[in-house]
């Protein structure tokens, strides 16, 4: 996860390496979500993981199973 590898990496309080570390490892479907997010969303890692599991996980709780 991002903030284990921060966390190896001694930029555990680095927010901006954070964010960035976050967005270079999406691809696909969630490069494109993180790409249309404002710029004081990606500024702040807690708001990008609020807004990935308001999108991903949540999403896939709501979703009735067949």
């Known amino acids: ?22 967005a270079s490892l999406l691809r696909g479907d969630a490069l494109v979500f993180y790409e249309n997010l404002d710029a004081k969303t990606k500024a702040s890692w807690a708001a990008i993981r609020t807004e990935f ?4 996980v949540r999403s896939q709780k709501e979703t009735p199973s067949p």
Do not use: F, H, I, P
Not at 5 to 11: D, V
Not at 53 to 56: A, G, L, Q, T
């Open 1 to 22: 996860t991002v903030n284990r590898e921060a966390l190896a990496k001694g930029r555990y309080l680095d927010e901006r390496w954070m964010t960035l570390y976050a």
């Open 53 to 56: 599991v308001n999108k991903y």
